[in-house]
């Protein structure tokens, strides 16, 4: 059963940059995509970034393209999710899950593992 935890979030100003990361416990993810999710206070929870499991192929919401970008290291069994220009709009709980699949997908209903969420708090 493979285990995720996000880390990196925080409180930041409008303009500037986190760096998430999700890591896998409990087995690895090297032959899995991984996406980030995002939910803000009262609203559902939408597709941020996702990458297949080799890394080459990624894809992105266009609220964040440009902006955000998703990258693995499957030697260390980690993905990142790098967030530059962040406006008060990207705050939200970030969700990190994984899929039982290679390819990458936006759904979050194919996905099979969730961490916890890390908290993004952007100041305006």
């Known amino acids: 059963q493979v285990q995720l935890v996000e880390s990196g979030g925080g409180l930041v100003q409008a303009g500037g940059s986190l760096r998430l990361s999700c890591a896998a416990s409990?087995?690895?993810?090297?032959?899995?995509?991984v996406g980030w999710f995002r939910q803000a206070p009262g609203k559902d929870r939408e597709f941020v970034a996702t990458?297949?499991?080799?890394?080459?192929?990624?894809d992105y919401a266009d609220s964040v393209k440009g902006r955000f970008t998703i990258s693995r290291d499957n030697a260390k069994n980690t993905v990142y999710l790098q967030m530059n220009g962040l406006k008060p709009e990207d705050t939200a709980v970030y969700y990190c899950?994984?899929?039982?699949?290679?390819?990458?997908?936006?759904?979050?209903?194919?996905?099979?593992?969730w961490g916890q969420g890390t908290q993004v708090t952007v100041s305006s």
């Open positions: 990458i297949g499991w080799r890394g080459g192929n990624t």
């Open positions: 409990g087995g690895t993810f090297n032959t899995n995509a």
């Open positions: 899950a994984a899929r039982r699949f290679i390819f990458l997908s936006p759904h979050a209903d194919q996905y099979d593992y």
